[in-house]
């Protein structure tokens, strides 16, 4: 990336404007069938999605929306008392489901949908002792990655049940917002490691052929794993992978499924950051990772953005003018209720306007800082088009909110 | 070492912070640890979750698998401030260190990542990757060089809010996987130093609704840990922006109840002329109005936001928004503005 001065003032006039992401036209393309929104933690994935979905579904399209955040947040702003691991319909207030469209939104529930899979794809005495192992249930309620194999396999039941016509999905708070890409590649590793042959290699027929293989290394690092997890654990382990191993291979090809689902047009990824330093680099990430991996990226969504409605005012002309004002009032006949600056010797006498210029050239210089991060990120990826969504003062909670957001991702 | 003052948490060497993403965990924590060097002695800076955030704060190439020193505090006047180290913590090899340490396994490593161990141990496996975690935090707090701890503190940048409680408490999802064991010995120690006095869990957050509810769902969660569970630190209120209207303007500007045309004429005694006049002035003074309200309307939900924390009954503290960019003079603002409040 080429160092960007920002004092210069030559880059700032040959400003880089990006392409128009044209959210619109995705939500009304009928062969959009999966949007997925991606980017970092607290850059508002979740509204973004719950907005979306509200927005197509009010044009129209049968939608559900995914979310995989185990907070209640979509829950709260699409005014659900609770979310299950079962899609619910999302009424839509009187005069805004006239399109024909409808809402549904589900929370993904990890533990659910992986005891689901056990019960369907095993009989009923084995998916019990499946279901009883304690290693099983610590890997199905735990975080690491669990979670992503559970999005993918989610993501898959929907897309196959066909009832709806678009579903928006939101990824992961994971430490890396990259990491439900990986999923289905990590389970093959993991499913076709050394380490599970090792484990089953008492239960298979093979066993015999299998241990010419081992050697001095494998020993010791079975004399590892024995130290480290325990005989017990180990056992546990042992049977877990026992019973899961018919099941795994379907498991598996359903992720890898899943993730060339993902690679076809009818799939959108909306990378999602604020204009910050640290969400906008995980961004390009993104955008670079998914362009890597064949993913149809759509736009980046710029989240929180702070224009002004008086841009024509700039920052130093306001900064002046207000402190022009403030040197200007002298004793001024009409008394002030409230000053802002009643502790100064000489009260200004248009306190307000002192305030809302010192505001205003604030404002001016967090939206120049804004647009300078946005540049950056624009150069570095010149055909990813981008809308923008202005910060709103109080928090998303109700459908109105919703529907607000949705507005602005019209306006771009 | 004799300190100048009493803080909120003396005794404690193990500071763990969390707090929801965008919310600048990373930062404060590292202010906390600059605050925490300031009288001298090292301190160690930790992250676990593979982000180099660190190195992209202190601006330095990513962090080594060894502890490093980043960052000299800022000191006090007659006293030069202490060192900040800081490692990137990562469960491979925690893991290695772990079997090199314990279990006299010196090249176990490399045989384990060939079978496919580390990766599942690292991230398949749940609840071990978090232990190797802890326990590289707990094994830095606890190490010791001639009877003298090597670290007076440990911040440790922890994973998110959402998270924390089980990142916490290991042993016991330790203990349901493994009821007896090597791993459920180590599990134990670790757990002795997180729930020890020795150890807070502080929560960063910013005054925004679903961030706040999400330090109150952490901290009921922490609360709600079996008895001896862990000790809560204090609130961290990040990116604080003063607010630049008294009271009364304040309800009037969140109601939209300005007079514009007060505003218009004050426009024109600062000599900004519009353009197009008169009417001109009036459309600027009405932009500037609406900016006015949205000021307001963020300060009057921020207020509600700081009085829900403050019923939480930890110490609050409070750090200003940096609009400049964050630098090591920022963090200096930042671990300056926790040492007055007494959080360091």
Not at chain 1, 341 to 352: F, G, I, N, S
Not at chain 1, 401 to 407: H, M, W
Not at chain 2, 144 to 150: E, Q
């Amino acid at each position: 990336m080429p160092p960007q001065d920002s004092a210069s003032g030559t880059l700032g006039e040959v400003e880089l404007r990006p392409n128009r992401l044209e959210v619109d036209r995705l939500l009304d393309d009928p062969r959009t069938r999966i949007i997925v929104c991606c980017g970092s933690g607290g850059v508002g994935k979740t509204t973004t999605a719950a907005a979306l979905g509200l927005r197509a579904a009010e044009r129209g399209r049968h939608v559900v929306v995914l979310t995989v955040d185990p907070a209640r947040r979509l829950a709260q702003s699409m005014g659900l008392t609770s979310l299950d691991n079962t899609p619910r319909p999302v009424p839509l207030p009187d005069g805004h489901g006239e399109g024909g469209g409808s809402l549904h939104a589900m929370m993904l529930d990890m533990k659910r949908t992986f005891d689901e899979i056990v019960e369907t794809h095993s009989d009923p005495d084995r998916a019990a002792q499946i279901l009883a192992n304690p290693f099983y249930q610590s890997l199905s309620s735990s975080f690491a990655g669990t979670q992503e194999y559970m999005a993918m396999e989610k993501l898959g039941q929907l897309r196959r049940a066909d009832e709806w016509d678009l579903i928006v999905v939101d990824t992961p708070p994971s430490r890396s917002a990259l990491d439900f890409l990986d999923a289905p590649q990590r389970l093959s590793r993991f499913l076709d490691g050394r380490l599970i042959r090792l484990l089953t290699a008492p239960t298979r027929v093979s066993s015999r052929a299998y241990l010419k293989v081992v050697n001095a290394w494998v020993g010791m690092a079975t004399g590892a794993v024995t130290k480290v997890l325990g005989t017990q654990l180990l056992r546990d382990v042992q049977t877990f992978v026992a019973a899961l191993d018919t099941m795994f291979g379907g498991f598996r090809e359903r992720a890898e499924d899943t993730y060339r689902l993902l690679q076809t047009p009818g799939t959108a990824f909306l990378v999602i950051a604020t204009p910050e330093p640290d969400a906008l680099r995980e961004a390009s990430y993104f955008v670079e990772r998914l362009s890597q991996d064949r993913m149809p990226l759509a736009g980046l969504i710029l989240n929180r953005v702070h224009p002004s409605p008086a841009a024509r005012l700039s920052a130093a002309r306001s900064l002046a003018a207000a402190e022009a004002l403030q040197a200007a009032g002298n004793g001024s006949p009409r008394s002030m209720p409230n000053d802002a600056a009643a502790d100064t010797a000489e009260a200004p006498r248009h306190p307000l306007a002192v305030t809302a210029l010192r505001l205003h050239a604030e404002r001016m210089q967090l939206a120049a800082a804004e647009r300078r991060l946005a540049q950056r990120f624009t150069a570095a990826h010149p055909g990813v088009p981008v809308a923008r969504v202005p910060a709103q003062p109080e928090d998303v909670h109700d459908l109105a909110g919703l529907r607000k957001i949705g507005e602005s991702f019209a306006a771009g | 070492m004799v300190r100048s003052r009493d803080t909120d948490w003396e005794g404690v060497r193990l500071h763990v912070v969390t707090g929801k993403g965008g919310t600048g965990k990373t930062t404060v924590a590292a202010a906390l640890a600059l605050a925490l060097a300031a009288e001298g002695g090292k301190v160690l800076l930790m992250e676990v979750e593979g982000r180099q955030g660190i190195a992209q704060l202190f601006d330095c190439p990513p962090l080594p698998r060894e502890e490093r020193k980043v960052a000299v505090a800022p000191g006090m006047p007659g006293r030069a401030g202490g060192d900040v180290y800081a490692l990137a913590a990562d469960p491979e090899s925690a893991l290695v260190e772990y079997l090199e340490t314990f279990y006299n396994l010196p090249h176990a490593g490399r045989a384990l990542n060939r079978l496919g161990v580390i990766d599942f141990v690292t991230t398949i496996a749940p609840g071990l990757r978090d232990i190797l975690l802890t326990g590289k935090a707990a094994e830095a707090t606890r190490r010791r060089v001639a009877g003298r701890p090597v670290y007076q503190a440990v911040v440790m940048d922890a994973p998110p809010t959402g998270r924390i409680a089980r990142f916490l408490n290991i042993a016991t999802e330790v203990g349901a996987l493994a009821k007896v064991g090597p791993i459920r010995g180590h599990a134990d120690t670790v757990q002795g130093v997180i729930r020890s006095p020795q150890t807070a869990v502080h929560f960063v957050t910013v005054l925004e609704e679903m961030p706040v509810q999400e330090t109150l769902d952490g901290v009921a969660e922490l609360r709600g840990l079996a008895p001896g569970g862990l000790q809560l630190g204090g609130i961290m209120i990040n990116m604080v922006r003063p607010v630049e209207l008294a009271d009364d303007q304040l309800a009037a500007a969140a109601a939209g109840r300005l007079d514009v045309h007060d505003l218009a004429l004050g426009l024109k005694a600062a000599g900004i002329e519009d353009s197009s006049g008169s009417a001109g002035n009036l459309g600027l003074a009405g932009s500037l109005a609406v900016e006015l309200t949205e000021h307001a309307r963020e300060a009057i939900a921020q207020r509600g936001q700081r009085e829900v924390l403050a019923d939480v009954g930890q110490p609050c503290y409070e750090l200003p928004l940096i609009t400049d960019g964050m630098d090591l003079a920022g963090l200096y603002r930042l671990a300056g503005a926790l040492r007055e409040q007494g959080a360091a």
